[in-house]
């Protein structure tokens, strides 16, 4: 009931021209600064978005940041950081009701190495606790279907690009075969069977129908990718919006944003995709065809007025 489609862009390369991992690359004192010093006087808000997920729990958004965890009621359009927390959620999922899955890089105050692994809440962000891999890998793109959790991102040690796959819910991993030489900047597990995925890198998109152990190329244009019962739907980075009901053989454009995306996600009701001017997130409850403000960030000092 609870399975996503959830679909994040980390960096959209083809507008600002630089590398997925190299947003939180260098030595690990570079990767740990994207967390807020305590002596920090103005509240940066949402910066770059990395991912979108709706809790069941109450339909509340969350918007994952390099400044933090947002928050939306449901019914209301401002976001609010989530218990004063500026932890660099790089990964994010929403599983279930108030549990969601992360990745990324802690607050500077929090005495945590610079690679967080697989963590989870299971109190709607308020609070993180590790599940594996801590000081170990680093996801920025992640997925997960009942038990099954899919994460791109980096070693620590070697810096090195990896596609794991749990079968555990995140407690062990194995190893799969990258899809291409070039960085994933998403990926989408069908809704129907978790063992066929698409994925995208700043190129194009591939698929797999054995749970990562093969991948062949398709035939379009990269995009964000997010996969609910009525199809596969892509959000290339120039805004165009198209869906797939052969799983990703052929595409019908349905309309398109004004401005490029940070992140995309696709929900049962409604899709959701985050622009790159500080936070802005549309919604659209017409498969793509229009499309109106769900949310803009409450810029706060550090008292929090």
């Not at 349905?254 to 996600?265: C, E, T």
Request: net charge positive; with cysteine.
């Amino acid at each position: 009931m609870f399975r996503r489609s959830r679909s994040v862009l980390l960096v959209v390369l083809g507008v600002l021209g630089v590398g997925v991992l190299a947003g939180c690359g260098g030595d690990g004192n570079d990767d740990q600064a994207s967390g807020q010093s305590s002596s920090s006087v103005t509240d940066p808000g949402p910066v770059h978005v990395h991912g979108l997920g709706i809790n069941p729990s109450d339909g509340a958004l969350f918007i994952a940041t390099h400044t933090g965890l947002f928050r939306a009621p449901k019914g209301e359009q401002t976001a609010v950081r989530v218990a004063g927390r500026y932890q660099d959620t790089m990964g994010f999922t929403v599983v279930g009701p108030n549990r969601f899955l992360g990745s990324g890089h802690p607050d500077l105050r929090e005495k945590l190495p610079p690679y967080l692994g697989l963590i989870r809440s299971q109190d709607a962000g308020q609070t993180w606790r590790p599940i594996s891999l801590l000081g170990k890998a680093d996801f920025h793109v992640l997925e997960a279907s009942g038990q099954r959790v899919v994460g791109f991102g980096s070693d620590f040690d070697t810096r090195a690009s990896q596609l794991l796959v749990s079968d555990s819910g995140g407690e062990t991993w194995r190893k799969r075969k990258l899809p291409s030489a070039r960085m994933l900047i998403d990926l989408a597990i069908s809704p129907d069977d978790a063992d066929r995925m698409l994925a995208a890198d700043e190129r194009g998109l591939y698929r797999s129908d054995d749970a990562a152990r093969s991948w062949k190329r398709l035939d379009g244009a990269a995009g964000l990718l997010g996969w609910r019962a009525d199809g596969v739907y892509r959000m290339t980075l120039d805004g165009q919006l198209s869906r797939s009901t052969d799983q990703g053989r052929s595409w019908q454009t349905i309309g398109r944003v004004d401005g490029a995306p940070a992140a995309f996600q696709a929900e049962r009701d409604a899709l959701y995709v985050a622009l790159h001017d500080g936070g802005t997130v549309l919604m659209s409850k017409n498969g793509g065809r229009d499309w109106t403000v769900r949310s803009r960030p409450k810029q706060t000092n550090s008292n929090g007025s």
